[in-house]
């Protein structure tokens, strides 16, 4: 029952929406302006107890200038350099 709890904290961190709003210097509250979204939605989305759907995810991407993959896999930039060494 722990090793089931563990894993199911683990796959909850699904977004990295926090870590990206900080690299871009924004701010929860201006995605959510931005969005037209309750500050509360976005605050969840941030700590991943809630996730956006694929079309938030979508608009998301676009207002801060990211690739859709940045926001949801976990090590972005680890990934982006194994692409480029397989090809």
Known sequence: ????????KAMAK???LKV???EK?????WLA???????????KWCTNSSQP???????????LE?????????EYKSYLLSQENNK
């Open 66 to 74: 990211v690739d859709l993959r940045e926001l949801i896999v976990r």
């Open 33 to 43: 302006e931005s969005l037209g979204k309750d500050p509360a939605t976005v605050s």
């Open 53 to 63: 759907d694929l079309g938030s995810l979508l608009k998301i991407a676009d207002l």
């Open 1 to 8: 029952l722990r090793w089931l709890k563990g894993n199911i």
């Open 25 to 29: 210097e924004k701010t929860g509250k």
């Open 20 to 22: 990206v709003l900080a």
């Open 14 to 16: 699904v977004n990295r």
